[in-house]
Structure formats: structure tokens, C-alpha cells
């Protein structure tokens, strides 16, 4: 009996010395370089669960203007904090963005103050009363703002394009059939930081633009970039085309690698600390093969 309890009290007491803090001694016993990684790994985690937190808190924030450079930001802020509306500013686009729960509020209280957001005219243009007498030059002139303006609000709803602004150019019907001329459009695309539109989504905006206006063929479309680079290659020459196609390429295969070292070294280093860039140089020649 008494050797029973002797047990007894010894393994309570091992038990007892096996505490939770006695259980990281094991980690005293790593080598140095095993020690670091476990430390990083619980640093990342932690890292990664606030990240999450925080952004769960954030909650769903629309744009109110796609670019602050373009107003006087200090007075419509300050209309913002007046009605207390969230708000925060996106600094890798220049967007300002709003609580999706308060972005009607903010439009209606900045329009109260004299400050419309950036949204671009549409076809309410021809809701608003014009007086007597207006010609007929001004009503043509009038639709085609408010096609544009449709037009740029449809291409801007695409998820790489930040706006759009497109300019139609139609010619006046004419009962000469030698002074026929075709319809032709222009777009203005502002896209992203670190994204781009690849060829079918450039196809997909002519082709939407070409819909949209009578006798406007798919070849008199032309598509550039905010930075004055040709996106409709499709209209060229098939030799241009493959150029064009080519320099694509290689752009996107630069784009990715620099996301990858980006996403390497941003949560090392930080993502203001370093600076890096990506010049590929790939072979693109076409060799042809024949077998006997």
C-alpha cells in the first residue's frame, strides 16, 4: 500500500514538472539556423492573421474619384468628415474610395455643395430641357456627347480599365455619294497599376464600340493607352500585327516576374523599400521543320 502511493506521488510530480512552459525546452536544443525558422513562421502567422483581421474590418469601399490630381481633394475630404463618412484613399491608384454603405450619401453631399464626383454624362444629357430654336447641329452634338459618354461608362465597368474616354467621329449624311465617308472612334484607356488588357479584351472594346454606332466597322476603331501605345493591333498588317503581338508578350512576361520578385521581397523588405525592374529578352523566332 505504501509502495502504491509512493507511485503515486511520483508521477504527479512528473507530471507536474511537465508544465507548458517546461515544453518549449525542446526548442532551446535546435540549432540555430532551425530556431529562425521557426521564429519567422510564427511571425508570418501572426502577420497573415492580422492582415486577415483587418482586412475583414475594412469592409467594402467603392470609388468616389479615380483620380485626386484632378480636384481640390482638401474640400471634398473635409465635405467627407463634415457628414462622417468613411472613407480611405487608395495610394497606389490616386482613387478615393467611400463606404460602399454611404458612397449615394457622398454623391448627393458633395453635389449639395457643388462638387460632383467624376462620373462621366451619359444619356441624361437628353433629359434636360434645351431651349426654342435649338439647331439641328447642336442636337447631333448633344447625342453623340451622351453616346460617348455611355460608352465610356460601359468600358470603364471592365475590371483592368480605371477609366475610358472615347471620341466619335460621324460624318454628316450627304446625298453626294463621292463625299461618303465612314464612321470612325477613338478610345482612351487608363488602366490600372500592374494590370494590362490582353487582345481579346482590346477586341471585345471595339467590338462593343463598333456595335454601338451605325456603319462604324470594326477597322476604323482605334484603342490606345493612357501612356500613347496602340492596343488595336488587330487592325493592322499581319507583319505589324506579329511585331505588335511579340512586344505584348514580352511586356506581360516582364510584368510577371516583376510580381513575383514583388511578392518575394515585399514582406521582407517592405513594399516602399527597394526598387526593382525586368528586362526580358526572349527569343520569339519562328523555325520551321520539315521532315522528308
Known sequence: MAETATATVADAGEAAQQTPVSSFSGFNNLDLLRQLG?????????????????????????????NLDQIDSSDVLDVLDSHQIKYRIDHR?????????????????????????????????????QPLGTSQFMENARYRRSLEGELSRT?????????ARVHLAIPKNTAFLRDTREPRASVLIEGFQ???????????????????????????VTVVDQRGN?????????????????????????????????????????????????????????IHHSEP
Open 38 to 66: 521557426l521564429m519567422i513562421g510564427l511571425a508570418a502567422s501572426v502577420a497573415i492573421g492580422v492582415a486577415v483581421v483587418l482586412w475583414t474590418w475594412e469592409g467594402d469601399y467603392r470609388p468616389l474619384y479615380t
Open 93 to 129: 491608384s490616386g482613387a478615393l474610395l467611400v463606404a460602399a454603405e454611404q458612397i449615394h450619401q457622398a454623391r448627393l453631399q458633395l453635389a449639395s455643395a457643388g462638387m460632383a464626383s467624376d462620373r462621366v454624362a451619359g444619356f441624361e444629357l437628353l433629359d434636360k430641357e
Open 155 to 163: 468600358i470603364a465597368s471592365i475590371g483592368a480599365v480605371r477609366s
Open 194 to 220: 500592374g494590370r494590362s488588357l490582353d487582345e481579346a479584351q482590346v477586341r471585345a472594346i471595339a467590338n462593343l464600340v463598333a456595335s454601338s454606332v451605325p456603319e462604324l466597322h470594326l477597322k476604323n
Open 230 to 286: 496602340l492596343l488595336s493591333h488587330f487592325n493592322q498588317n499581319a507583319e505589324y500585327a506579329e511585331a505588335a503581338r511579340q512586344l505584348t508578350y514580352t511586356r506581360q512576361v516582364e510584368t510577371d516576374l516583376l510580381q513575383r520578385i514583388s511578392s518575394l521581397l515585399d514582406p521582407i523588405l517592405g513594399a516602399d523599400k527597394y526598387r526593382a525592374e525586368v528586362a526580358a529578352d526572349l527569343d520569339l523566332s519562328l
